[in-house]
């Protein structure tokens, strides 16, 4: 068993730990990130198919974001290109989304194709864009700390348990937020969309997420390491504090 010594192991490098781990760094703690996987950036990352660069979850990041204040802060400036037009296709069918208003739309055309296949009765996902827009994202302003336990899929399935309606708010979620819509409490969803004013103002890395990821991996070895293909097989704790970790590194413990 080979040791080494740090002040702060992060296990995970999707955005939460990378973020976690760059901050670290930068405040003068020697860091150490560790992935199980041989790449970066967990649900915020690029995978090549065919030519092609593949998001492995985020798409859109937005201007005024966490992500952008990351890079900000750690003096990173990666090429971002502007979305001026964005699209959804639904039921095989591509919808234009407008600059303002978007989330809006987006139900409303939800709306009109379900109540077309005899699937929802009138009216019912546009009553969901009510509550969501005026409801759920003033009380969010409001109380941006408010109840945390009831996740957004629960929320939707009070108003509709329509599986069209949930995979593309799912997908809402997962492209803008990093997390499906079971994993993230109603309240972040309606803050994040109150602050980002309804999904305008968005950006793509023409160079994929990943290239991000692996500027931020900078700052981290700047002041420690970084390992990947590196599982956690156990977290040490003493007295209930965590003391240490065991990783396989290498084909070593």
Not at 190 to 214: H, T, W
């Amino acid at each position: 068993m080979k040791q080494g010594k740090y002040d702060v192991v992060v296990i995970g490098s999707g955005i939460g730990g990378m973020a976690a781990a760059v901050e670290l760094s930068r405040k003068g703690c020697k860091t150490l990130l560790i992935e199980s996987k041989e790449r970066l950036g967990g649900r915020f990352s690029t995978i090549n198919h065919e030519g092609f660069r593949l998001p492995t979850g985020a798409i859109l990041i937005h201007r005024d974001g966490y992500v952008i204040k990351l890079l900000k802060d750690a003096g990173i400036k990666p090429e971002f290109r502007e979305v001026p037009r964005l699209f959804y296709r639904i039921r095989g069918q591509e919808y234009e989304m407008p600059q303002k208003g978007r989330l809006r739309m987006l139900l409303e055309f939800l709306d009109k194709a379900e109540v077309e296949r005899g699937k929802l009765a009138g009216n019912v996902v546009r009553e969901v864009a009510a509550n969501m827009l005026l409801g759920g994202m003033g009380q969010a302003i409001m109380k941006p700390t408010s109840d945390r336990s009831l996740t957004f899929r629960d929320w939707l399935l009070q108003y509709t348990d329509n599986e069209v309606v949930h995979e593309i708010f799912d997908q809402i979620c997962s492209s803008a937020i990093m997390a499906h819509s079971w994993e993230i409490p109603a309240s972040e969803f309606f803050l994040f969309m109150a602050k980002s004013e309804g999904q305008r103002d968005l950006y793509v890395a023409p160079q994929g997420n990943l290239n991000i990821m692996e500027e931020l991996a900078k700052t981290v070895r700047a002041n420690g390491d970084v390992w990947t293909g590196c599982p956690v097989t156990q977290i040490v704790l003493n007295k209930g504090n965590a003391t240490g970790v065991v990783v396989e590194k290498d084909g070593q413990t």
